[in-house]
T-cell receptor, first 115, second 115 residues
Framework: DTGVSQNPRHKITKRGQNVTFRCDPI?????LYWYRQTLGQGPEFLTY????????KSRLLSDRFSAERPKGSFSTLEIQRTEQGDSAMYLCASSLSAGPVNEQFFGPGTRLTVL | AQSVTQLGSHVSVSEGALVLLRCNYS??????LFWYVQYPNQGLQLLLKYTSAATLVKGINGFEAEFKKSETSFHLTKPSAHMSDAAEYFC?????????????FGTGTKLQVIP
């Protein structure tokens, strides 16, 4: 399967712990996006990479959140000192090129539960 | 800022009946509009997209949507619902902001298909 993959699929953690999620985009896609989806809502944009450069961050991405894409391939999203409000589905998407009509291909998401 | 509004968080139809999921957009420029589908525990999959080439857009799985500028609408329809159509559907609007594709999603409509 050559789609977008995310690991882990589920993560349960205690408040205050750090967590890290991984996204592997479609191999030839140089653009990568992270979204957060809470219950009853659509995905909300968190951050965007073009190759290894992080070009945009949402106001939703507090200082406790950090994302990297070190070699322009896979990406990681780390949340430090997790809070219960961080509980959500974290989705990764990738696309091949720029332009407002490009399809973003989504991974299955990582569901985070903070106890 | 661009936005979309999905009317009805839950829609129930009988198998074989018409599916109509409503989406209205707000945009100061000609919009690029999408419909995505999300099955349980999966990422989002593109159903169709409007790129101004044609007002009636056909997508996968028998879905289509019509762009109506006068009504600022982009409703999704399917003539005959199948059990496999049960999922959550998201309308989205896209533009290029700061050089990247910013996609803003609606809150979603869960479609239930009754046998």
């Amino acid at each position: 399967d050559t789609g977008v993959s995310q690991n882990p699929r589920h993560k349960i953690t205690k408040r205050g712990q750090n967590v890290t999620f991984r996204c592997d985009p479609i191999s030839e896609h140089n653009r990568l996006y992270w979204y957060r989806q809470t219950l009853g809502q659509g995905p909300e944009f968190l951050t965007y990479f073009q190759n290894e450069a992080q070009l945009e961050k949402s106001r939703l991405l507090s200082d406790r959140f950090s994302a990297e894409r070190p070699k322009g391939s896979f990406s990681t999203l780390e949340i430090q000192r997790t809070e219960q409000g961080d509980s959500a589905m974290y989705l990764c998407a990738s696309s091949l090129s720029a332009g407002p009509v490009n399809e973003q291909f989504f991974g299955p998401g990582t569901r985070l539960t903070v106890l | 800022a661009q936005s979309v509004t999905q009317l009805g968080s839950h829609v129930s139809v009988s198998e074989g009946a018409l599916v109509l999921l409503r989406c209205n957009y707000s945009s100061s420029v000609p919009p690029y509009l999408f419909w995505y589908v999300q099955y349980p525990n999966q990422g989002l999959q593109l159903l169709l997209k409007y790129t101004s080439a044609a007002t009636l857009v056909k997508g996968i799985n028998g879905f289509e949507a019509e762009f109506k500028k006068s009504e600022t609408s982009f409703h999704l329809t399917k003539p005959s619902a199948h059990m496999s159509d049960a999922a959550e559907y998201f309308c989205a609007v896209s533009d290029l902001t700061g050089g990247y594709q910013k996609v803003t999603f609606g809150t979603g409509t869960k479609l239930q298909v009754i046998p």
